[in-house]
């Protein structure tokens, strides 16, 4: 199994409670961070830790939350995650055509734990707004992230996993709730590489045999016999 990522710590000033949180996330078994630079459009280099592997992310926030700009970063951004609000009730309901649209896309959604263990009404909120998208994406493409500011609020990735499943927090299968603070996390990490090399993907499938083509393939007394 790949090791387990939290794609989402917000990047402070205070470079001692980076440090403090870094620490905390590799403590705790993540093999994978990174680094959220909430920004208009900049980018920084992605930087390396001694024990654990540090990231640089950017996320776009968009200040009209409609089902308008959720399609559009479905189905014509060129993006990786999609970051679903959990810290109120959300204007909208989700649609199967641009979610499916996403996954085939290999885009990934992010659900953030952390507002749930603040405040009961975002607890409530999380909740909802997660059952609302597994009911649409079927635990499909799901990443689980933090955003966590301080190392207490970071949880342990299979701590994270049991508050996932069993219809916790995010209604997630066993294997899904795994999946989303591992392999998904690592999936979405790939997606982002290969998008900036990877200009096309050839692939290919063996060609059906027609039935005529078949029959010619077998021999004369096999033919007799079965005639017989």
Do not use: W
């Not at 399609?71 to 109120?88: F, G, M, S």
């Amino acid at each position: 199994m790949a090791g387990f990522a939290d794609l989402n710590l917000p990047h402070g000033p205070d470079k001692k409670s980076l440090q403090s949180l870094l620490e905390a996330a590799a403590h705790l078994g993540y093999s994978v961070v990174a680094l959220n630079h909430v920004i208009d459009f900049k980018e920084k280099k992605q930087g390396t830790s001694k024990k654990i592997k540090v990231l640089t992310r950017l996320t776009l926030v968009v200040s009209d939350p409609s089902h308008c700009n959720l399609l559009i970063a479905c189905t014509t951004l060129d993006v990786d995650l999609v970051c679903i609000n959990v810290t109120e009730k959300l204007p909208f309901y989700f649609r199967r055509p641009p979610v499916n649209m996403a996954i085939d896309r290999g885009i990934y959604f992010e659900l953030l734990y952390t507002p749930a263990i603040k405040d009961s009404t975002m607890r409530r909120y999380t909740i909802s707004n997660a059952i609302s998208l597994m009911q649409i994406c079927k635990g499909k493409n799901i990443v689980i992230s933090s955003a966590a500011e301080r190392p207490l609020e970071l949880r342990g990735p299979y701590d994270v996993a049991n508050l996932s499943d069993r219809g916790l927090l995010f209604g997630l299968s066993e294997g899904e709730a795994k999946a989303s603070v591992s392999t998904n996390c690592r999936a979405a990490m790939l997606h982002g590489e290969t998008r900036k090399s990877a200009c096309g993907v050839v692939y290919t499938v063996k060609k059906p045999r027609k039935v005529e083509e078949e029959e010619t393939a077998v021999p004369a007394c096999k033919k007799a016999k079965t005639q017989v």
